[in-house]
């Protein structure tokens, strides 16, 4: 390769953990906590698969609200707005993985450019950036919101590697999503599975031949 790839980061799931926000839920759900962050996590993943689909958008806190309402419904729980608002908020504050800030610092005297490529909106990544002080390693926070449409889209992808001033092909995605993963395999993208997940990856694509099982790892992969 003539010169190195600039590193694309997904957030949710990848940096940050969306599922400890069981402990935010916790106060209100008691023993239902972890079980409300998981439907609240898969549906908020179906929402965006659905809205692409219908090819509609809305944005990521939008669907991040939504998402929350339909988990506490079907577990049976009515919160006041005020209680649903600070949950959604959360979303600000999640908790990065162990481990994240120091990979990430190693990464950095790697890769010429690191990137965050999220469907998260631009303002929820900033926020989620700054308060997990990850925004000085990053060169740029790409948003989904800046083409309208959720990943995998090929869309999204190709509008990275444009940000990015790059070929689709000297930009590579670290994701822990294996639909993330498979997607931007799929649009032309180098790719790493981080796997946080106990190897279990989606059998709709191909295992990318770069995986990982923390970013600790890579660093001293790549
Ligand atoms: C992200 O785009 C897929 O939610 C994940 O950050």
């Known amino acids: ?22 402990q935010q839920l916790e106060i209100y759900l ?5 079980r409300a962050a998981e439907i609240w996590r898969a549906k908020q993943l179906e929402y965006t698969f659905r809205l692409t689909a219908m090819q509609h958008y809305e944005d990521f806190e939008w669907v991040t609200r939504r998402s929350l309402d339909y988990a506490l419904a079907s577990l049976g729980y009515d919160l006041a707005d005020e209680q649903r608002r600070t ?6 504050d999640l908790e990065p993985f162990a481990g994240v800030h120091e990979s990430l610092h190693q ?30 390693v990053f060169d740029i926070l790409i948003s989904v919101d800046e083409v ?5 889209s090929p869309l999204v992808y190709q509008h990275a590697a444009h ?10 995605l670290i994701s822990s999503n294996p639909f993330d993963v498979i997607g931007a395999a799929a649009a032309g993208m ?33």
Do not use: C, H
Request: hydrophobic content about 45%; aromatic content about 6%.
């Open 1 to 22: 390769m003539d010169r190195p790839e600039a590193l694309a980061f997904d957030m949710y799931g990848t940096l940050v953990d969306p599922i400890r926000i069981w």
């Open 30 to 34: 008691g023993d239902s906590a972890l």
């Open 87 to 92: 949950l959604v908020g959360a979303y600000d």
């Open 107 to 136: 990464l950095r005297s790697k890769a010429p450019t690191m990137a965050v490529l999220s469907n998260g909106s631009p303002r929820m990544l900033q926020a989620v950036a700054r308060s997990a002080r990850l925004g000085d």
């Open 148 to 152: 309208r449409t959720y990943k995998p």
């Open 163 to 172: 940000r990015l001033g790059r070929p689709i092909a000297e930009v590579r």
């Open 190 to 222: 180098q790719v790493v599975w981080l796997d946080r997940s106990a190897g279990l990856f989606d059998p709709l694509g191909p295992r990318p031949d770069l995986m990982v099982t923390s970013l600790a790892e890579l660093a001293e992969r790549l």
